[in-house]
């Protein structure tokens, strides 16, 4: 297993194309699986499910067509995305079970910050509670999305991942509906008042990894 950290961001497309030729090398054992921590520039990506009506300010960042899972994502400064580059013909060929096991590791991970991460039947991704904020119309309490998750496989390998709030311009991801929902909002670390730095996130990242994210075979 790679561990690759990026310092400063990564172009989009740069990104892709190391994501690609990496997966090749790894579906044809030529290299091992990675995961690689970046941030990215302000962007939008359009995932398979995207819906046009959910782009709302398509002028206002590039917006890049990513053939991940999922739908209309921001990505930008302040943010952690990780890619995945897992070989599931090791992990056990269960979709549902991998994005579970991703969906776990950010648990464990907000946990090292005594975060409590939740999930919820219908939403992938990450969210937790406001209880500081109006409950919804329906009388239920208000929650935040605070991370996303939306992966792609060629040959059972994986690519794409996980985006992680860390500090980024919450205001951003306003030019877009996040995941195609617009019922709840969206959190960062530091806006739940948690002073946590990207090299504090990885660290809690790589130690939930081991507990979380083994291999089955």
């Given at each position: 297993?790679?561990?690759?950290?990026?310092?400063?961001?990564?172009?989009?497309?740069e990104?892709?194309?190391?994501?690609?030729?990496?997966?090749?090398?790894i579906s044809?054992?030529r290299?091992?699986?990675c995961?690689?921590?970046?941030?990215?520039p302000?962007?939008y990506?359009?995932?398979?499910?995207?819906?046009?009506e959910?782009?709302?300010?398509?002028?206002?960042?590039?917006v890049?067509e990513?053939r991940?899972?999922?739908q209309?994502?921001?990505?930008?400064?302040?943010?952690?995305?990780?890619?995945?580059?897992?070989?599931?013909?090791?992990?056990?060929?269960?979709?549902?079970?991998?994005?579970?096991?991703?969906?776990a590791?950010?648990?464990?991970t907000?946990?090292?910050?005594?975060?409590?991460?939740?999930?919820?039947?219908?939403?992938?991704?990450?969210?937790?509670?406001?209880?500081?904020?109006?409950a919804?119309?329906?009388?239920?309490?208000?929650?935040?999305?605070?991370?996303?998750?939306?992966?792609?496989?060629?040959?059972?390998?994986?690519?794409h991942?996980?985006?992680i709030?860390?500090?980024?311009?919450?205001?951003?991801?306003?030019?877009?509906?996040?995941?195609?929902?617009?019922?709840?909002?969206?959190?960062s670390?530091?806006?739940?008042?948690?002073?946590?730095?990207?090299d504090?996130?990885?660290?809690?990242?790589?130690r939930?990894?081991?507990?979380?994210?083994?291999?089955?075979?």
């Amino acid at each position: 297993m790679e561990w690759k950290i990026t310092d400063g961001l990564t172009d989009y497309d740069e990104a892709l194309a190391f994501m690609e030729a990496r997966v090749a090398d790894i579906s044809e054992g030529r290299a091992d699986e990675c995961i690689w921590l970046l941030e990215h520039p302000p962007l939008y990506t359009a995932g398979t499910s995207a819906r046009v009506e959910d782009l709302r300010d398509p002028d206002r960042f590039p917006v890049h067509e990513s053939r991940r899972g999922g739908q209309y994502t921001y990505h930008g400064p302040g943010q952690r995305v990780v890619y995945v580059m897992l070989d599931l013909n090791r992990r056990g060929r269960d979709i549902r079970k991998f994005v579970q096991d991703l969906e776990a590791w950010v648990i464990a991970t907000l946990a090292e910050f005594n975060l409590r991460g939740e999930i919820r039947e219908g939403r992938v991704g990450v969210w937790v509670t406001r209880p500081d904020k109006p409950a919804t119309p329906g009388g239920t309490p208000a929650e935040d999305k605070i991370a996303a998750i939306g992966i792609r496989l060629r040959k059972w390998v994986s690519f794409h991942g996980i985006s992680i709030n860390v500090d980024p311009d919450l205001e951003h991801f306003s030019g877009i509906v996040p995941c195609g929902i617009s019922d709840h909002g969206v959190t960062s670390l530091v806006d739940l008042g948690l002073p946590v730095t990207m090299d504090d996130l990885d660290v809690a990242l790589r130690r939930a990894f081991d507990a979380t994210m083994q291999t089955q075979s």
